[in-house]
């Protein structure tokens, strides 16, 4: 079945602080990885998009990477700001079906002051 | 910056009534997205709609949904008799080249 786990389930850091965030797929055939991130209330945005050949992808704090042969992936988010705080959900798509998008429980991730 | 928006950002409806949520997806964009976010759960992916028709669908999404783009420019789901379980947050989005893809705020739905 195909299946994208996340851990931890939350988590809370303090400001200034880096953390990541672990994400196990069994999709397969695998196209593409994502991590988008979504605040309370509001749509998922895109972070990092990665193909099956890329193994690390950054978007400014956010560094995403991906092993393709054990199916992990991670998002690092380096120096924490309060704005953060939202869920971060990875995404996997399909090669033979890359319009349908399979989501991970998300991460709970808070900045405190 | 372009971006998905979606009316009403609130819904709230009686069990069998019908209900159409509204979606203006960003202008240039080819490939149209409905998606449900159940209060605690994943985010399901529903449907997708390219070139004026359905091009896949999950098995969440049966005869009891329909998908319109009426004038070019909104995208709808309609939810033709609604149940309890239909209370969700349900996520628009679009795409240009069926990559990247673009989500709008949602809209709430609530059946009592």
């Known amino acids: 079945k195909n299946q994208v786990e996340q851990s931890p389930q939350s988590l809370i850091i303090l400001e200034g602080k880096n953390c990541t965030l672990q994400?196990?797929?069994?999709?397969?055939?695998?196209?593409?990885l994502r991590w988008y991130k979504q605040d309370t209330g509001r749509g998922p945005v895109s972070l990092t998009i990665?193909?099956?050949?890329?193994n690390t992808k950054s978007n400014g704090r956010y560094t995403a990477t991906l092993d393709a042969d054990t199916k992990q992936s991670s998002l690092h988010i380096t120096a924490s700001q309060l704005s953060d705080s939202a869920s971060y959900i990875c995404?996997?798509?399909?090669?033979?079906?890359?319009?349908?998008?399979?989501f991970g429980t998300g991460t709970r991730l808070q900045v405190f002051p | 910056e372009p971006e998905v928006t979606q009316t009403p950002s609130h819904q709230v409806t009686q069990m069998g009534q019908e209900v159409i949520l509204r979606c203006v997806p960003i202008?240039?964009?080819?490939?149209f997205y409905w998606y449900r976010q159940i209060l605690g759960q994943k985010v399901e992916f529903l449907v997708s709609?390219?070139?004026?028709?359905?091009?896949?669908k999950s098995e969440i999404f049966d005869d009891q949904f329909s998908v319109e783009r009426p004038d070019g420019s909104n995208f709808t789901l309609k939810i033709r008799s609604t149940k309890l379980e239909d209370s969700a947050m349900y996520f628009c989005?679009?795409?240009?080249?069926?990559?990247?893809?673009?989500f709008g705020p949602g809209t709430r739905l609530t059946v009592t």
């Open positions: 989005a679009s795409s240009d080249q069926g990559e990247e893809q673009y």
């Open positions: 994400c196990n797929y069994t999709v397969s055939p695998f196209s593409n």
């Open positions: 990665m193909t099956f050949s890329e």
């Open positions: 995404v996997v798509s399909l090669s033979y079906n890359t319009d349908k998008l399979i």
């Open positions: 202008s240039n964009h080819l490939y």
């Open positions: 709609f390219y070139n004026n028709e359905i091009s896949e």
